[in-house]
């Protein structure tokens, strides 16, 4: 065994929990461990040191699973646990890198296609992001004439929504309409049928959706044989913020190690907040007694983030929740700023107050990358952005709009994706009808025509309109160039980029600007070593849109991050503001449907506070603009301090108001009766005569 120098910076439970089944002879295929414990209390740490303990005992590191939230934090713990590595055994003896970590969706699509042919799968089967499911439900639906029901059928979106809950949660489609959707129930028998369609046509469009990956991965995991030859692929599976699971995914854990034997989980049950995505944090609190004999159970007590006031107070804040397993944190970092609760007039004064403070931080040492703007949903921090951009203040943003969502990129991504599987239809329809004068009739019938033909010969034979003729003949001189691969990866995207170019022009009139994505994308594609991989990756987990991005910064320039809170899971910063600390925004309006939906919204805030390391803004604008009912155009709110803050805890903060001008014209003391008549002598000004 090599010496344990680079163990020596952690706790006691921590030692335990990396140490777990590791002996002296080597690392044995330990029992199933669990550990639970608070934000910033090392988990992650735990486990980065768990998988290079591994490895330096002799793991094969191509035999660890390691299944992370994001390909960020998987790229994180890689690097985490290489340094560690580095630092036991030296550079020289370098390991090989891990090969399979990433999300339980990215691997779920690896295995998938490695196991294709034996599950009746098309391997070069390409993955639907959720606007595409949509669609394509949206299709099946009209296709099947529920669209022209006289009460008004589910919107494309909400039968998503039912399909996805029923398959992530591994619920039942009544038990899902009566729970969480009972104004769709009536519609029971018309939505199994939509369903029953919605499956066929991805079958025989050989695409799947986000839930395909996890379901037919489950599915995998049942059938002896092929289930046998997964497990044994792996020796050693690794979960990060298990919390966030759904019960499809414990399935497959629990399919790729029964026994448990092999088996690392970590969460924070204080932190769960994808119940909205089916995520169940039973999964995490049933992990134990699902073995037999149970789990090895590792708690952690103490904070190695926050100050002890920002713990404090977040403690102060999950403490009021209605139920909690974890227990409160000490931290090692005693003294320190109370957290700040910021009372600005509108939002902007708290985009005033946030660049103010901000731009002190960085005059004072801290870079702009040390500091984060957290917020519960992408549109907040619109004026924000503005603002940076304004004031040339570089930023990246996460969580928001994501770069393949732009309708340009999507275009030159649907191309790809056509070009790999001619059979899927939503993609297909997007590529005919960028030709002028070709819509969404003309495009079914194209696609009509290619069903059990060769793609290039039915696209050749189609006579399209006068109008688009030349366009179609370019159309189909391109398709016969990709589905022949006449030019390597990713040579054949300047292919592409020829042929979308004046497509670009005429379609978008900031056309321009919008070339920095294309060259942006291409960029990406140049890192990938084949089409398939680039496009599953960027369905997968696709980059921050760049257009949220001032100038498009450098990796190694200093930039300030922009998070929605589910996007900061798992981060850190010196400083961290939290923006719209209202209800109506925490708890978000939607999220008031329930007490388990307030519940959720309650450990959001504690995320999104447990976030900080030194300083803890959280801003509370008392009017606020809202567009979200555009029909009924734009309104200002009167917005109050959110309930997660009551009264009872507000010793915890220290309590601003911004600008600092009007803390002083509130907190004067009121002398006793005025002693000028100022007004008086202004009326009097006139009366007297010789004005
Ligand atoms: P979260 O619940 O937010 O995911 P976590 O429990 O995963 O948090 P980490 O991110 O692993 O916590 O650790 C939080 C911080 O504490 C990191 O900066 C980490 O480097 C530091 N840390 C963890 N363990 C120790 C230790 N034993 N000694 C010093 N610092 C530590
Ligand atoms: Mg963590």
Same mark, same amino acid.
């Given at each position: 065994?090599?010496?344990?120098? =680079?163990?020596?910076?952690?706790?006691?439970e921590?030692? *335990?929990?990396v140490? !777990?089944g +590791?002996?002296?002879?080597?690392?044995? +295929? #330990?029992?199933?461990?669990?550990?639970?414990?608070?934000?910033?209390?090392?988990?992650?740490?735990?486990?980065?040191?768990?998988?290079?303990?591994?490895?330096?005992?002799?793991?094969?590191?191509?035999?660890?699973?390691?299944?992370?939230?994001?390909?960020?934090?998987?790229?994180?713990?890689?690097?985490?646990?290489?340094?560690?590595?580095?630092?036991?055994?030296?550079?020289?003896?370098?390991?090989?890198?891990? /090969?399979?970590?990433?999300?339980?969706?990215?691997?779920?699509?690896?295995l998938? *296609?490695?196991?294709?042919?034996?599950?009746?799968?098309?391997?070069?089967?390409?993955?639907?992001?959720?606007?595409?499911?949509?669609?394509?439900?949206?299709?099946?639906?009209?296709?099947?004439?529920f669209?022209?029901?006289?009460?008004?059928?589910?919107?494309?979106?909400?039968?998503?929504?039912?399909?996805?809950?029923?398959?992530?949660?591994?619920?039942?489609?009544?038990?899902?309409?009566?729970?969480?959707?009972?104004?769709?129930?009536?519609?029971?028998g018309?939505? *199994?049928?939509?369903?029953?369609? =919605?499956?066929? #046509?991805?079958?025989?469009?050989?695409?799947?959706?986000?839930?395909?990956?996890?379901?037919?991965?489950?599915?995998?995991?049942?059938?002896?044989?092929?289930?046998?030859?997964?497990?044994?692929l792996?020796?050693?599976?690794?979960?990060?913020?298990?919390?966030?699971?759904?019960?499809?995914?414990?399935?497959?854990l629990?399919?790729?190690? &029964?026994?448990?034997?092999?088996l690392?989980?970590?969460?924070?049950?204080?932190?769960?907040?994808?119940?909205?995505?089916?995520?169940?944090?039973?999964n995490?609190?049933?992990?134990p007694?699902?073995?037999?004999?149970?789990?090895?159970?590792?708690?952690?007590?103490?904070?190695y983030?926050?100050?002890?006031?920002?713990?404090?107070?977040?403690?102060?804040?999950?403490?009021?929740?209605?139920?909690?397993?974890?227990?409160?944190?000490?931290?090692?970092?005693?003294?320190?700023?109370?957290?700040?609760?910021?009372?600005?007039?509108?939002?902007?004064?708290?985009?005033?107050?946030?660049?103010?403070?901000?731009?002190?931080?960085?005059?004072?040492?801290?870079t /702009?990358?040390?500091?984060?703007?957290?917020?519960?949903?992408?549109?907040?921090?619109?004026m924000?952005?503005?603002?940076?951009?304004?004031?040339?203040?570089?930023?990246v943003?996460?969580?928001?709009?994501?770069?393949?969502?732009?309708?340009?990129?999507?275009?030159?991504?649907? +191309?790809? *994706?056509w070009?790999?599987?001619?059979?899927?239809?939503?993609t297909?329809?997007?590529?005919?009808?960028?030709?002028?004068?070709?819509?969404?009739?003309?495009?079914?019938?194209?696609?009509d025509?290619?069903?059990?033909?060769?793609?290039?010969?039915?696209?050749?034979?189609?006579?399209?309109?006068?109008?688009?003729a030349?366009?179609?003949?370019?159309?189909?001189?391109?398709?016969?160039?990709?589905?022949?691969?006449?030019?390597?990866?990713?040579?054949?995207?300047?292919?592409?980029?020829?042929?979308?170019? &004046?497509?670009?022009?005429?379609?978008?009139?900031?056309?321009?600007?919008?070339?920095?994505?294309?060259?942006?994308?291409?960029?990406?594609? #140049?890192?990938?070593?084949?089409?398939?991989?680039?496009?599953?990756d /960027?369905?997968?987990?696709?980059?921050?849109?760049?257009?949220?991005?001032?100038?498009?910064?450098?990796?190694?320039?200093d =930039?300030?991050?922009?998070s929605?809170? !589910?996007?900061?899971?798992?981060?850190?910063?010196?400083?961290?503001?939290?923006?719209?600390v209202?209800?109506?925004?925490?708890?978000?309006?939607?999220?008031?449907?329930?007490?388990?939906?307030?519940?959720?919204?309650?450990? /959001?805030? =504690?995320?999104?506070?447990?976030?900080?390391?030194?300083?803890?803004?959280l801003?509370?604008? !008392?009017?606020?603009?809202?567009?979200?009912?555009?029909?009924?155009?734009?309104?200002?709110?009167?917005a109050?301090?959110?309930?997660?803050?009551?009264?009872?805890?507000?010793?915890?903060?220290?309590?601003?108001?911004?600008?600092?001008?009007?803390?002083?014209?509130?907190?004067?003391?009121?002398? &006793?009766?005025?002693?000028?008549?100022?007004?008086?002598?202004?009326?009097?000004?006139?009366?007297?005569?010789?004005?």
């Amino acid at each position: 065994m090599a010496g344990t120098d =680079y163990l020596a910076t952690l706790n006691l439970e921590q030692r *335990r929990a990396v140490e !777990h089944g +590791i002996t002296r002879s080597g690392v044995n +295929i #330990a029992g199933p461990l669990l550990v639970i414990a608070g934000a910033g209390s090392g988990k992650t740490n735990t486990l980065a040191h768990r998988v290079a303990h591994f490895i330096v005992n002799g793991a094969d590191p191509a035999r660890i699973l390691l299944l992370t939230f994001s390909r960020r934090a998987a790229a994180e713990m890689e690097r985490r646990a290489h340094a560690i590595i580095v630092a036991a055994v030296g550079p020289a003896n370098g390991h090989s890198p891990l /090969l399979w970590s990433g999300t339980f969706h990215a691997v779920g699509a690896r295995l998938l *296609r490695l196991y294709a042919a034996s599950i009746g799968l098309d391997p070069s089967f390409t993955i639907h992001d959720r606007e595409d499911s949509a669609d394509l439900l949206n299709l099946v639906r009209h296709d099947l004439g529920f669209s022209e029901k006289a009460k008004r059928f589910p919107l494309k979106a909400t039968c998503l929504a039912i399909y996805s809950r029923a398959v992530n949660a591994a619920e039942t489609l009544d038990t899902v309409l009566h729970r969480q959707f009972p104004w769709c129930a009536e519609w029971e028998g018309e939505l *199994r049928l939509l369903f029953d369609a =919605y499956v066929e #046509a991805k079958q025989r469009q050989h695409v799947l959706d986000y839930d395909d990956l996890l379901l037919y991965w489950g599915e995998l995991m049942q059938v002896t044989d092929l289930a046998q030859e997964v497990r044994s692929l792996f020796d050693h599976v690794l979960v990060d913020e298990y919390q966030d699971t759904n019960a499809l995914q414990a399935a497959i854990l629990l399919g790729l190690k &029964p026994d448990g034997a092999g088996l690392t989980v970590v969460g924070d049950d204080a932190q769960a907040i994808y119940g909205f995505r089916a995520a169940t944090v039973r999964n995490i609190l049933d992990f134990p007694g699902q073995f037999s004999p149970p789990a090895h159970l590792v708690t952690l007590e103490q904070n190695y983030r926050s100050t002890q006031p920002i713990l404090a107070a977040s403690n102060a804040i999950i403490g009021l929740a209605r139920e909690r397993f974890t227990k409160d944190l000490r931290s090692t970092r005693a003294s320190g700023e109370k957290p700040a609760l910021i009372s600005v007039q509108d939002e902007t004064g708290q985009v005033g107050c946030v660049v103010a403070t901000i731009l002190e931080n960085r005059e004072a040492g801290k870079t /702009l990358k040390d500091q984060a703007v957290l917020f519960r949903t992408s549109h907040h921090s619109a004026m924000l952005e503005i603002e940076l951009a304004r004031r040339n203040i570089p930023f990246v943003k996460f969580g928001g709009l994501k770069f393949i969502e732009a309708a340009h990129v999507k275009d030159l991504v649907s +191309i790809l *994706r056509w070009a790999e599987n001619p059979q899927d239809r939503v993609t297909g329809f997007r590529v005919i009808q960028l030709l002028e004068g070709i819509g969404p009739s003309t495009a079914g019938k194209v696609l009509d025509r290619m069903e059990g033909r060769a793609p290039v010969d039915a696209l050749a034979a189609f006579r399209p309109p006068a109008k688009a003729a030349e366009q179609w003949r370019d159309l189909v001189d391109l398709m016969q160039h990709l589905y022949a691969g006449s030019s390597a990866w990713p040579a054949e995207l300047d292919k592409v980029r020829e042929w979308y170019g &004046p497509h670009l022009e005429r379609r978008y009139p900031d056309a321009a600007v919008r070339v920095g994505d294309i060259e942006q994308l291409q960029r990406i594609a #140049a890192g990938y070593a084949s089409r398939a991989k680039f496009l599953t990756d /960027l369905t997968l987990d696709p980059p921050s849109a760049t257009s949220d991005e001032a100038g498009a910064p450098l990796r190694d320039e200093d =930039y300030l991050i922009l998070s929605t809170i !589910h996007s900061a899971k798992g981060q850190e910063w010196k400083s961290v503001f939290v923006l719209n600390v209202v209800d109506g925004c925490i708890p978000s309006d939607l999220g008031t449907g329930c007490s388990d939906d307030i519940e959720e919204e309650r450990r /959001l805030l =504690y995320v999104a506070m447990t976030r900080a390391k030194d300083q803890l803004n959280l801003m509370v604008p !008392h009017r606020f603009y809202t567009h979200q009912q555009a029909k009924k155009g734009d309104k200002h709110l009167y917005a109050a301090r959110t309930r997660f803050i009551p009264s009872t805890v507000l010793g915890h903060f220290e309590q601003r108001i911004w600008p600092e001008v009007a803390r002083f014209a509130q907190t004067r003391p009121q002398a &006793p009766g005025p002693s000028v008549d100022l007004g008086a002598r202004m009326r009097g000004m006139w009366r007297r005569t010789g004005n």
